[in-house]
């Protein structure tokens, strides 16, 4: 199967996965309908991989507020396997992470991306949301270079049984990869996790684990050649 040949349209779908990512605050919620509708119209996803889609927008809209909020903490916030953060797969805890988190943020800067204050640069809905503004070829080959991420982030929220995992899969099908299996190293402990890495400096981990409050995403779509690189990404 030729991967770029036919490279469909896959912006509204790349922008209502980002959005499935956030945080299930009460705005989400109210757009649920508006969302699948645009997965619908779009027609980037499998018929296999929009059931499965579904069925997060059917947990989403039906289950109880506090249970859907304190399962998305719990599953995104406190636990590396899961991490919605792609340095944390990428880099880890090594003084590596700090850089990579200032280069991307100014590769963006370069491209016309502009975060909300305490936002990272490597929160998966923010590199989604800039995904979303390439040319359609060019986005495949931008997310193929984080399949192997996403793959692994697959697998954990598969071992967990979650939802969510549906929104991985999706990804690893617009980078025209399969999903494949992965060992999954056991959890650190919950305090371990949320230590504040030293090599983060003036950087916050606190951003995008902020329950309570939006986190808006603006931006100017350019080139994102540059940025492609910044991700640190290896195969």
């Not at 922008?15 to 699948?36: C, F, I, K, N, S």
Request: net charge negative; glycine share 6%; hydrophobic share 45%.
């Amino acid at each position: 199967m030729a991967l770029f040949n036919h490279t469909p349209h896959a912006s509204k779908s790349l922008r209502v996965l980002a959005r499935l990512l956030g945080y299930p605050d009460a705005d989400l919620r109210t757009h649920l309908p508006e969302l699948r509708a645009a997965l619908h119209e779009e027609k980037a996803l499998a018929a296999p991989r929009l059931a499965e889609l579904e069925a997060l927008i059917e947990t989403l809209s039906r289950k109880a507020v506090l249970d859907i909020e304190s399962d998305y903490v719990e599953l995104f916030d406190r636990g590396r396997a899961t991490s919605l953060h792609l340095f944390e797969h990428v880099h880890g805890d090594s003084r590596d992470r700090g850089p990579a988190m200032i280069d991307l943020a100014k590769t963006y800067e370069q491209t016309g991306l502009f975060l909300g204050e305490g936002e990272l640069p490597d929160f998966l809905p923010v590199v989604l949301e800039f995904t979303s503004t390439l040319a359609p070829r060019q986005a495949r080959e931008f997310l193929s270079e984080m399949a192997h991420i996403f793959n692994a982030i697959f697998a954990a929220l598969q071992q967990r049984e979650s939802p969510y995992a549906a929104v991985l899969g999706a990804l690893l099908e617009l980078s025209g990869e399969k999903a494949s299996p992965v060992d999954i190293a056991p959890e650190e402990s919950i305090d371990a996790v949320w230590e504040e890495p030293v090599v983060f400096d003036g950087c916050s981990s606190k951003g995008q684990a902020r329950p309570d409050q939006a986190q808006p995403i603006h931006i100017v779509p350019k080139s994102a050649r540059q940025a492609l690189s910044s991700l640190g990404a290896q195969p």
